[in-house]
């Protein structure tokens, strides 16, 4: 009895969950055909904005009040987004982003009035604006202020779609705020999301550059990482604090590494000593300066490079062989002949120069296919 009661509870759970994805499958397409219905209404109101540019006239008043009321809710603003998307075909691009430039004033009720809403309104809002703010020319502009704002958000998505219209408004000032106020308020951003957004910055990256670097000993070692890594990818004039950092002991570990890299990116005289010194350390602990230092020594040719490289094949640690065989091919000497050199009763020098050669042969295949 107990079990045909248990089966029937059973049946009857199984019952209203079918009952209720139905119900939500229904509800999900009829939020869909509204929104089609939303799009295609504000669509038409664009177009007839649109008509008059082409004719030489401006945006009228009427219809940025009526966008002022109507895109202050989020539903609205997402049909306006997909309309500007995607209905509109190539050949009016034009005049699209003529109307875009001249509601951009909008953009600043709009700003302040999402700042005051959820994180996820918020967040979508930041993301529209990473696609529609055209970049300005002013260095100081209301939006991107607000914006700034915005990295006071809990929700992560808020803060990285904020950045992201930054990045695209061109403003180096208003990037740099953002980073000092995110690294101030402790808002974690893994540092790779905000080196690689640093990267796609529509503005001069040796402004931003700059201005970050001026501020570097004030961030935390996270954001010290990333900006260090941003820098690396963009620019070669900060040589001498690279330097400076890597030889410093009392840095982060990390900090050095990045510097490490950098010499690996750019040559830098100086550097030579220092990349030898810790590649040739072998100290297990250390593994990771040498490992990083193998990889950067590919930019330094000569004989004290080579012998230093080849002698690190017979480390114990897989990376630090690894780089150390990477770097000996970049630097021009054959593998075949290495293995024949270096391999000898050292079975993981000898693995390590196959895989290298295998490495080798598998990309020359690929290029011939």
Request: proline share 2%.
């Amino acid at each position: 009895m107990k079990s045909e009661l248990l089966l029937f509870g059973y049946g009857i759970v199984c019952l209203c969950m079918l009952v209720f994805n139905v119900f939500y499958n229904i509800a999900l397409k009829q939020n869909d055909r509204r929104m089609v219905r939303k799009t295609l209404w504000i669509r038409e109101k664009i177009s007839g904005q649109m008509a008059r540019i082409a004719a030489g006239g401006k945006v009228e008043e009427a219809h940025m009040a009526y966008l002022k009321h109507y895109l202050s809710h989020v539903g609205n603003l997402i049909a306006f987004d997909h309309a500007l998307e995607e209905y509109f075909p190539s050949d009016e691009k034009q005049i699209l982003d003529d109307y875009r430039r001249q509601i951009q004033p909008l953009f600043i009720h709009l700003a302040l009035v999402y700042r005051k809403r959820s994180n996820m309104q918020a967040a979508y809002f930041a993301h529209f604006l990473s696609k529609h703010n055209q970049k300005q020319q002013m260095s100081l502009d209301r939006v991107q202020d607000i914006l700034v704002e915005y990295m006071k958000k809990e929700s992560l998505y808020c803060r990285v779609n904020a950045l992201q219209a930054l990045y695209n408004s061109g403003s180096a000032e208003s990037v740099a705020k953002a980073v000092t106020l995110l690294d101030k308020e402790g808002c974690y951003i893994h540092e790779k999301i905000l080196t690689d957004g640093l990267l796609t910055f529509t503005g001069s990256h040796e402004k931003l550059a700059g201005l970050l670097w001026e501020r570097l000993l004030a961030f935390t070692n996270k954001t010290q990482i990333s900006v260090l890594n941003y820098i690396r990818y963009e620019t070669e004039d900060y040589c001498e604090g690279m330097f400076s950092i890597m030889t410093d002991m009392k840095k982060d570990k990390e900090l050095r590494l990045s510097a490490i890299r950098y010499f690996g990116r750019y040559f830098y005289a100086p550097a030579k000593e220092a990349l030898s010194s810790f590649a040739a350390d072998k100290n297990p602990l250390n593994w990771e300066y040498a490992a990083v230092s193998a990889s950067s020594l590919s930019k330094y040719p000569g004989e004290e490079v080579t012998e230093i490289l080849t002698n690190m094949m017979h480390s114990p640690n897989w990376y630090v062989r690894y780089n150390a065989a990477v770097s000996l091919g970049v630097l021009g000497l054959d593998y075949r002949i290495l293995a024949q050199t270096i391999g000898g009763e050292d079975r993981y020098a000898r693995e390590m120069l196959l895989y290298q050669m295998d490495e080798q042969y598998m990309k020359k295949e690929k290029a011939l296919a």
